[in-house]
């Protein structure tokens, strides 16, 4: 399979793993502890939901190394801020997914605690381990990170070419939103993911065109 189909690939499959993280993950009412909130944190759903969300920042890096490579062989603009966004995503990705991996399992084992002991006091820990001072650096500064390589992504397609200009800024803009849609509801935090998961689509349709 030759980069470029690669690359389109990569894109479409990183989109759908963003969209899949709000569409499987429970949403129960977290601010009181209750047996729901337990078993929503425990459930199977909490665990594959999260794996998609890794995935989707695990994908976009190498989509965006793709990108490069691919503006690098046709000679277009834009090769610089590919490079800019491909660097940026692969670090905001490295930082975003270690907290990823506390939500995961960190949750999942107090939640597990509760149900076993019929005790919500274990799910009184999850705000200490969700806001625990490194964590939250380190997913913040992933995010903000994320949010400078959809920029970048936006700036190399503009320069590319006609054809792709605003090909970019669907996408520019869900990453750039993926740290506030945080503070958001289910219905705002799926339509974001419709957001990010439209604008991947539509990047790999660009390059799908530019390859034929």
């Not at 990108?67 to 834009?78: E, K, N, P, T």
Request: glycine share 14%.
């Amino acid at each position: 399979m030759t980069a470029g189909r690669w690359t389109t690939v990569g894109f479409v499959a990183a989109g759908l793993s963003f969209l899949l993280f709000p569409l499987l993950r429970p949403w129960p009412d977290e601010t009181v502890a209750t047996p729901e909130l337990a078993a929503g944190f425990a459930s199977g759903r909490w665990v594959v939901a999260h794996l998609a969300g890794i995935l989707g920042l695990g994908l976009l890096a190498p989509a965006l190394l793709g990108l490069r490579a691919v503006l690098a062989a046709r000679g277009a603009g834009g090769v610089r801020a590919a490079t800019g966004a491909l660097v940026a995503a692969w670090a905001g990705a490295g930082f975003a997914a270690l907290y990823f991996g506390a939500e995961i399992f960190g949750l999942r084992t107090l939640a597990q605690a509760a149900l076993r002991d019929g005790d919500p006091v274990p799910l009184a820990d999850v705000e200490a381990l969700r806001l625990q001072p490194g964590a939250v650096a380190l997913f913040g500064a992933g995010l903000l990170l994320l949010a400078v390589a959809g920029v970048l992504l936006a700036v190399a397609l503009w320069q590319a070419g006609p054809g792709a200009r605003w090909a970019g800024v669907p996408l520019a803009v869900g990453l750039v939103l993926v740290l506030p849609q945080f503070f958001g509801g289910p219905g705002l935090r799926i339509a974001h993911g419709v957001l990010v998961a439209a604008g991947c689509v539509l990047v790999a349709a660009v390059l799908q065109r530019a390859r034929r």
